[in-house]
């Protein structure tokens, strides 16, 4: 009998809208959606913890964001001129110096992430979990990076200037700003680095994020626990 009720729900799915279909999910009795009324919410913090286990923690390992083509950062518009003009001019090699110790620096800053997603996700409650569940394959996501991103740049603005300075990016970027600047007849550039560097790191995380929820809710060879494949089976 309960599998023929999730097979209406289901059917239910495929004809109303979103709106209407938020109304179905908060009608249904506790013991259809889950034995647990907090069993959707815990689902959705299990997905959210496996996705800052597994991929977050790959971002602060060396060369997490820098050999990740999803999330390795590159040169803001107003520098892309500047690595054209330092390899036209032999110094190609500095160029890609650069741009490595922006990643190394963001590597870095990731490492403070990791508390605060933990809180975030802690506060999911039974209706956030509901309509996330409906939502878009990166709804988990969406709502960490509301709760989170402005705690988060506070948080990774510091580091990453502190990390500019012990990986020698501050050294690196200054030669190679003065470099470019000392060029006859170019504009001179002098850009906020930190904060181009820590809105990035920040994309980046919210990216692996979303890999794994999107992993999760479309695969469910992904869903390797008990309570996951309970949870993401009402959304199939």
């Not at 999911?124 to 988990?140: E, M, V, Y």
């Not at 690196?172 to 002098?190: C, G, Q, R």
């Not at 060879?221 to 008990?226: C, D, I, L, V, Y």
Request: charged share 20%; aromatic share 8%.
């Amino acid at each position: 009998m309960f599998y023929k009720k999730i097979a209406l729900f289901c059917s239910i799915f495929m004809l109303v809208s979103c709106a209407e279909l938020q109304n179905v999910v908060n009608t249904l009795p506790t013991g259809q959606v889950g034995t647990d009324p907090t069993m959707i919410a815990n689902g959705l913090r299990q997905a959210l913890d496996f996705g800052i286990e597994k991929q977050v923690t790959k971002l602060t390992k060396e060369n997490g964001f820098y050999k990740n083509q999803l999330v390795k950062i590159l040169l803001p518009e107003e520098l892309q001129k500047v690595d054209r003009t330092l390899r036209d001019i032999g110094l190609g090699s500095l160029a890609d110096e650069g741009l490595k110790a922006m990643n190394r620096a963001a590597e870095d800053a990731v490492k403070e992430a990791t508390p605060i997603f933990v809180n975030a996700v802690k506060e999911i409650t039974f209706n956030d979990a509901k309509n996330i569940l409906l939502g878009s394959d990166n709804a988990a996501t969406s709502y960490l990076q509301n709760r989170t991103n402005s705690q988060l740049y506070a948080k990774f603005n510091p580091v990453i200037k502190n990390s500019f300075s012990k990986v020698g990016a501050d050294r690196i970027w200054t030669n190679i700003i003065t470099k470019y600047n000392s060029v006859p007849f170019v504009n001179k550039v002098n850009p906020d680095l930190t904060d181009y560097v820590t809105n990035e790191a920040l994309k980046g995380v919210y990216t692996m994020i979303g890999v794994e929820e999107k992993k999760i809710r479309s695969s469910a060879q992904s869903r390797t626990t008990t309570l996951l494949r309970q949870v993401f089976a009402l959304q199939d």
